[in-house]
């Protein structure tokens, strides 16, 4: 018997109408679906559409990659004459098979300007083209790439923060595993912000369950897409930790977290579990879970109560860590 779902909250629920085709069914990615899928992504990601802030400066980087060139892409303040900045490495959301490095991006615009930072967003390589390792292998290729240039790029390398959102969330929670696994950064990583973050391919929740064929990103997607990822060996044995990090068998070592999620999404119990450990084991982490709220409800609805209160709250955590508090 599938678990009840709990409500949205009345905005998020009105949200949710109004984005009935975002909500629909024909969305569940497929093999069939995702060419679809991706060119619907690929209008609303376009940097036409989102580097619209004439006080954001953007520029372009390629770099080599262990599968090929890595594209990312440099934002900073229009204003900035900063040449010691914290700095941002963002990972984009879009579940394993999404690209789009501009996809998120506007909801650090207050971070550039207001905190003047360094932002780099990665263009990693995505399934079912690129299976793991690619995307987390791409990901961290460009970090290293970032804290190498760190001087010419005019960031302090002491204060660098991973960051990432839905599969971008998994992805970087992966990367901080690799750093502190690899210990090749020549630096210890200041936090990562994990937003609503895919971690688990194991679909054993409740929420995982509750969610099944409801929501933005519900079960069936997931199934799908983590099957992309690991070339349909999703919740076999041996799924190694750099693909799905709720896997991982240690969570010490960690750098300073915070983790959120919706208290009405698919994620929700995986991200729970995540923070629970992250503290078992004497990490600092800072758990939010949003009442009522759908995946990735601040990029779709940033204009709702909790989706304010969430980007508010988000941004003070980031400027009190930047700040030594």
């Not at 895919?198 to 799908?224: H, K, P, V, Y």
């Not at 999620?261 to 729970?272: C, M, Q």
Request: hydrophobic share 45%.
């Amino acid at each position: 018997m599938t678990p009840s779902i709990p409500p949205y909250t009345p905005e998020l629920a009105a949200a949710a109408n109004d984005l009935s085709l975002l909500f629909a069914a024909e969305n569940t990615v497929t093999h069939e679906s995702l060419p679809t899928i991706r060119a619907g992504a690929a209008v609303f990601n376009a940097p036409s559409v989102v580097l619209t802030d004439p006080e954001i400066t953007h520029t372009e980087r390629t770099i080599t990659g262990p599968h090929g060139d890595i594209q990312l892409a440099v934002l900073q303040s229009a204003h900035s004459t900063a040449t010691s900045r914290a700095a941002v490495y963002y990972i984009h959301g879009g579940g394993m098979v999404l690209p789009g490095r501009f996809s998120g991006t506007a909801l650090f615009f207050p971070w550039i300007k207001e905190l003047d930072l360094v932002f780099v967003s990665v263009e990693y390589r995505v399934a079912p083209e690129h299976p793991h390792p690619a995307p987390v292998e791409d990901c961290y290729t460009g970090l290293l790439w970032m804290v190498k240039a760190a001087e010419e790029l005019g960031i302090n390398k002491e204060k660098i923060m991973l960051a990432g959102s839905s599969a971008g969330g998994g992805l970087a929670a992966a990367t901080a595993l690799m750093v502190r696994d690899k210990k090749e950064l020549g630096t210890e990583l200041l936090a990562q912000c994990l937003m609503y973050p895919m971690l688990d391919d194991r679909m054993s929740t409740c929420s995982s369950q509750q969610f099944m064929n409801e929501a933005l990103w519900n079960g069936a997607s997931n199934i799908n897409a983590w099957n992309m990822l690991l070339e349909g060996k999703r919740g076999e044995e041996g799924v190694s930790e750099y693909a799905a990090p709720a896997r991982a068998k240690s969570l010490e070592g960690l750098p300073k977290t915070w983790i959120e999620v919706g208290g009405a999404e698919l994620f929700r119990d995986e991200v729970v579990e995540y923070a629970r450990r992250l503290w078992e084991v004497g990490n600092d982490a800072e758990l939010h879970v949003w009442r009522g709220a759908w995946h990735a409800f601040d990029v779709f609805a940033p204009a709702t109560e909790v989706a304010k209160s969430c980007l508010q709250k988000r941004f003070e955590w980031a400027r009190q860590v930047f700040e030594g508090k």
